[in-house]
């Protein structure tokens, strides 16, 4: 073949490499499988959006990949080329994804394991080292982040009373106890046990009826939470209502342990009973202790 045929050239150099990588890489693959998979991980990132992109991954006709979530962002126009995106998918790119193995995404934050590509994600949703949620009620908060820096956002932020120990004595008090629409909310946190616990207190409507609820959760995961009991008492005028109850992670949404009434849960006549009658103002006083179990017994 005729000299500059810069094709052939390419191959002829590009083969004895790549033979050699193979070598190299059968070497290396049972202690850095990582490293030496790190050029498919950037094939596999979106050009859009950065993540790794799951099956069905698109190409357009020049053979630029791109996210099916992309596809709409980018109104079915390549990024790379400007060529419109059909809906061609790249399925030895999903093939080769099949192979692979990621560490989780919260390896910074503790967890050490490798997880075959497509089942990372469902991992991930599930991992004990994934940042927890703001478990401040009532405002859509953002924030997430490990357990101390939560306890300190919702100091700072949220402007949150922390107390150490493990009773409590606390007095709620609503110049309008008739407003039930903008929740009425407050969030205590206490410290006991080493650990950080939330309680709740606020206003919803169950029906057409208004209600109160306290209840408490427990500052990490579930498994942890079942460890602990809680009571919580309320009551005036030589009437009372206790609850016992186990406190429920932050990882259950708020909303999530409201709707199950998963606390003591007060109507609002009887909360102005117990506020001292004069129907005009609430003054609850609320008192409670959590404890360790010493045998948990429970399934
Ligand atoms: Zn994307
Ligand atoms: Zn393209
Ligand atoms: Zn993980
Ligand atoms: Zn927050």
Redo the contacts with the bound molecule.
């Keep these: 073949m005729a000299p500059g045929g810069g094709v052939l050239y390419d191959v002829i150099e590009s083969r004895p490499k790549y033979l050699k990588y193979d070598v190299e890489m059968e070497k290396t693959v049972k202690t850095n499988t990582r490293a030496s998979n790190s050029g498919l991980y950037e094939l596999l990132e979106c050009p859009v959006c950065a993540t790794l992109m799951y099956p069905p991954i698109l190409q357009c006709p020049n053979g630029h990949t791109l996210c099916s979530n992309c596809k709409t962002r980018v109104q079915s126009c390549c990024p790379i080329c400007g060529f419109e995106m059909g809906s061609i998918r790249c399925l030895a790119l999903e093939k080769v994804a099949e192979l692979l193995e990621l560490p989780?995404r919260?390896r910074s934050l503790g967890?050490h394991?490798n997880f075959p590509y497509y089942s990372k994600l469902k991992?991930?949703k599930n991992?004990r080292?994934r940042p927890y949620k703001c478990p401040y009620a009532g405002s859509a908060c953002s924030v997430t982040g490990k357990i101390p820096e939560l306890v300190a956002h919702l100091k700072d932020e949220h402007c949150v009373d922390l107390h150490d120990g493990s009773t409590f004595n606390h007095r709620y008090v609503k110049s309008n106890p008739h407003e039930v629409e903008n929740a009425t909310w407050m969030l205590t946190v206490f410290k006991c046990y080493g650990k950080q616990f939330c309680l709740h207190f606020e206003a919803f409507n169950l029906g057409m009826a208004p209600f109160y609820i306290s209840f408490l959760r427990f500052m990490g995961e579930e498994t942890e939470a079942k460890k602990f009991s809680y009571s919580l008492e309320i009551g005036g005028g030589g009437r009372k209502l206790t609850w016992q109850g186990v406190p429920r992670s932050i990882r259950d949404g708020h909303r999530k342990v409201c709707d199950g009434l998963d606390g003591l849960v007060i109507p609002r006549n009887l909360a102005l009973l117990f506020s001292g009658g004069n129907c005009q103002e609430l003054k609850l006083r609320v008192t409670g202790r959590i404890w360790k179990e010493k045998q948990v017994i429970r399934n």
Excluded: G
């Design positions: 989780c919260y967890c394991d991992h991930e991992c080292f």
